[in-house]
């Protein structure tokens, strides 16, 4: 299993609870419906075009899997009706789709290995960490959705 939380990365990184370490490619306005899963789908384009050492790190940009993943898991939050705050690249290489509600966090990660790993965090204790199989993803954000909303 990757490791699923990395020290943050320069100033650059967006800092998440527990060191979730990304680069903020984009913070979701908080718009229509709609709207928002343009923006994500048109962050996702431009993640496409990241080159390799985007961070100054080292990270590999989101591959075609991740990023095949990563809209299949926007599909199903656009279905849901459940906005995230930020879709950005991964500085362990892939996707994340995050979610921040005062000390509430969680996160959907797509990797370029395939391997989709999520996390919920209040703040406070220790982050809760799981794999998520590809036909477990409606599951998992329901999941998200709960500990979100509290």
């Known amino acids: ?86 879709v950005a690249a991964s500085a362990e290489g892939g996707v994340a789709i995050a979610f921040v509600r005062e000390q509430r966090y969680a996160d959907v990660e797509c990797y370029n290995s395939g391997e989709i790993l999520a996390v919920t965090s209040d703040g406070r204790g220790r982050p809760e960490v799981w794999e998520v199989a590809p036909n477990e993803i409606g599951r998992t954000l329901d999941r998200i959705r709960d500990h979100i909303d509290g």
């Open 1 to 86: 299993m990757k490791k699923a939380h990395r020290a943050n990365r320069g100033a650059d990184a967006a800092p998440g609870p527990a060191g979730v370490g990304v680069l903020e490619a984009a913070t979701l306005s908080p718009e229509t419906h709609s709207s928002w899963m343009e923006e994500a789908t048109n962050t996702l384009d431009a993640l496409r075009k990241l080159a390799p050492n985007w961070d100054s790190y080292g990270a590999e940009p989101p591959g075609q899997d991740a990023l095949h993943r990563a809209h299949e898991v926007l599909e199903a939050l656009d279905a849901m009706r459940f906005r995230p705050d930020r």
